[in-house]
């Protein structure tokens, strides 16, 4: 097999944490797929890919304000650190960084760069068992927990959860019922309606970010929607991250804003 290099735009980080990740870089050069750091081409100098297959971008870092703003290019998965994500996010990691987590997630970026050409046709948003006793892969069933979420909204999650190959979903809006959920079965995706009076969504919503650190952790509520004031918008989405919220929409949910948050389960 030819080996395959994926190039990496790292922005920010400490000294400490980048000579971890060259590390990790280094150790790659042996594998099928390896890893690399991405150089801007300047003149004279000889030519690099236009853009790099990740970004992979230290939030708390000055340079992040560019990071969170621009539109990524096309094809390119962006990994966040710290608070303060944009929705496009790929990957939310916090610190300390786990670099095991690094390299699956870099290898999940090759597999989707696969997928996206073709060649491959697998989700790869969490770890796929290797064997089983037949020596078929097995591919485990993407759960969703749905906390609080009613009427239309309910309905408009379902729809774009299927059609992100979402298709086990729990259903709850009792607290304890959702913490025996969280508890017992792996998620890729969360929902937690912020404004239910009856569900302690903010606390479910920093235990399902404590077990399922991969997973998306988003929380709708109408002080994010589009009637809200700013100030409030902001205060929100502040409070939220705090909860370990990794993507936030407005009530009622706006199909367009929905379908954009949900190419981070794709």
Not at 51 to 66: K, P, R
Not at 119 to 134: E, G, K
Not at 150 to 165: E, P, Q, S
Request: aromatic share 8%; with cysteine.
């Amino acid at each position: 097999m030819l080996q395959q290099r994926i190039y990496v735009n790292v922005v920010g980080f400490s000294d400490v944490e980048r000579h971890a990740l060259n590390t990790v870089f280094r150790l790659s050069k042996d594998r099928d797929v390896s890893y690399a750091p991405w150089v801007p081409s300047t003149s004279g100098s000889a030519p690099m890919l236009m853009n790099a297959e990740v970004a992979l971008v230290d939030g708390d870092s000055a340079e992040a304000v560019l990071s969170h703003a621009k539109a990524m290019p096309v094809g390119q998965r962006l990994i966040w650190v710290g608070s303060d994500a944009p929705a496009h996010a790929w990957r939310v990691w916090q610190r300390p960084i786990q670099w095991a987590d690094v390299v699956h997630d870099l290898d999940a970026v090759f597999a989707a760069k696969q997928a996206d050409s073709g060649f491959l046709d697998f989700d790869v948003s969490i770890p796929q068992p290797l064997f089983m006793d037949s020596g078929e892969p097995v591919p485990e069933p993407r759960r969703a927990l749905l906390a609080g979420a009613k009427g239309k909204d309910l309905l408009v999650l379902r729809t774009h959860l299927a059609a992100a190959g979402v298709n086990e979903l729990d259903e709850t809006d009792i607290t304890d019922h959702a913490i025996e959920l969280i508890g017992r079965n792996r998620y890729c995706c969360g929902v937690f309606n912020m404004d239910d009076p009856l569900l302690d969504a903010w606390a479910l919503a920093r235990l399902f970010a404590d077990r399922h650190p991969q997973a998306m952790t988003l929380g709708v509520t109408e002080h994010a929607g589009p009637l809200a004031a700013w100030w409030s918008k902001r205060l929100v989405r502040r409070e939220t991250q705090k909860a370990g919220v990794n993507a936030l929409l407005g009530l009622p949910l706006q199909q367009d804003k929905l379908a954009e948050c949900m190419e981070r389960l794709r």
